[in-house]
């Protein structure tokens, strides 16, 4: 072992590999299962598994001594996003798409089970729902709700729909389990996902996912808007300036801000006029 790997073989490391490993799996996983994973002595992965569970990163799935990813860990995660999409080259993507499209536009994250939001710019006097940063909503009423159950695994899906209590908000909230499996098929076939006044009445609204590199959903970018002013039928308009702008909020999510907003913005700018 040279020196470098002797650096990235301590405790912390280890410990990072694990919540890595359990964050990258689609089902709870056992101490044996991680261990065997990354090559640790069975005692070694005890002991580590043990201090991230104590400290809420890793939990036991329920009814069982298998591993998921812990509450605590979740709601860091939605913080590191936050934090990520609040620098100034990425508010400058936001800030130049909500001009474009004339509407207050959005970035949301799923935590617990409910859409956080991080980040939002308001270009127009609010005349209907307005997200702010660090308020929530339900998953099955919402265009980032729905991305985010779409891109579960069937399985995953149904278990996660079925957990859910279906509150109706309005006339046209979806309720019924069948059809919010549907829309969700539906959804995952186009990539994007719209609301019909489902959360606030007279309120409509779409959204688009940002990914990883690797592409996994980090965030949505969404919008929300009176039905007096845009039909739900002529939400379809925005999607294509809203996926432009997840485009350029994944290739920057992982670099340094150190040319702040003002390239970004330009660069934004440049690509809405093509």
Avoid at 127 to 132: K, R, S, T
Avoid at 196 to 217: D, F
Wanted: glycine share 8%; charged share 25%.
């Amino acid at each position: 072992m040279n020196e470098q790997d002797k650096k990235n073989d301590g405790p912390l490391d280890r410990a990072f590999e694990i919540v890595g490993h359990v964050a990258g799996e689609t089902k709870a996983v056992s101490i044996a299962e991680i261990a065997k994973a990354l090559s640790l002595p069975l005692p070694t992965a005890h002991r580590l598994i043990g201090n991230l569970e104590e400290r809420g990163l890793l939990q036991k799935a329920l009814g069982t001594k298998r591993y998921v990813v812990g509450n605590r860990l979740v709601t860091l995660s939605a913080k590191v996003i936050g934090a990520a999409f609040r620098t100034a080259r990425r508010h400058a993507v936001l800030r130049a798409v909500a001009a474009e499209i004339g509407e207050q536009c959005e970035i949301g994250v799923v935590r617990d089970n409910v859409v956080a939001y991080v980040d939002s710019v308001r270009v127009s006097q609010p005349q209907g729902l307005q997200f702010n940063p660090g308020e929530a909503a339900p998953l099955h009423c919402t265009s980032t709700g729905k991305i985010y159950m779409s891109r579960l695994s069937e399985r995953a899906r149904e278990k996660l729909c079925r957990a859910l209590t279906l509150t109706r908000y309005t006339e046209t909230t979806i309720v019924d389990f069948d059809i919010l499996m549907e829309v969700l098929g539906e959804t995952r076939k186009r990539g994007w996902a719209k609301t019909n006044e489902e959360y606030v009445k007279g309120v409509v609204g779409c959204a688009v996912p940002i990914l990883s590199p690797r592409g996994e959903l980090i965030a949505c970018l969404g919008v929300s808007v009176p039905v007096a002013r845009v039909s739900y039928a002529e939400l379809d308009r925005f999607i294509a300036p809203l996926q432009k702008a997840a485009a350029l909020l994944s290739e920057t999510i992982l670099q340094a801000d150190e040319d702040g907003g003002s390239a970004v913005l330009e660069k934004t700018q440049r690509r809405s006029r093509k």
